[in-house]
């Protein structure tokens, strides 16, 4: 990773103002393991992903029919139309949810579980400092959810 005063331009790019990131992924570049690299550099325990457009490759989304994803992997390219997320203290770390347009102009959507930027994603990050994010087993649900502290 590199800052956006010193970096190649084939690297990620990050500038900061106040609480909120602005970042610029590069073709090749893994989105979710970007995004983790940030949010270890620059110590971020909780979150926001508040936007993001481009395009991804190789990506694969889910649907959560009540008990487990229906996954669905999709190698062309593809334009990213909406995504946005919440990070956390503990894993799973990143929950994020995208709409996609497929060159048809269908739109498809879901748990983004893995993504390939190409050419570019930029995305926008707003980081928390006294709201504190964390997951937890809901024994309603069964489910592992956000509990905001």
Known sequence: MCFIQDCDPVDMQVSAEGQTLFVKLESGEMVLQSILEICSEKNIISGSIELGIGMLKDFEIGYFNGKEYEKLTVKEN???LSFHGSIAQNDPRLHIHVAIARRNHTVIGGHLFSATAD????????VF?????KRELNKKSGLTELAVG
């Open 78 to 80: 593809a334009e990213l």
């Open 129 to 133: 400092n006294s709201i504190k994010l």
């Open 119 to 126: 050419p570019l994603v930029e995305m926008q990050i707003r």
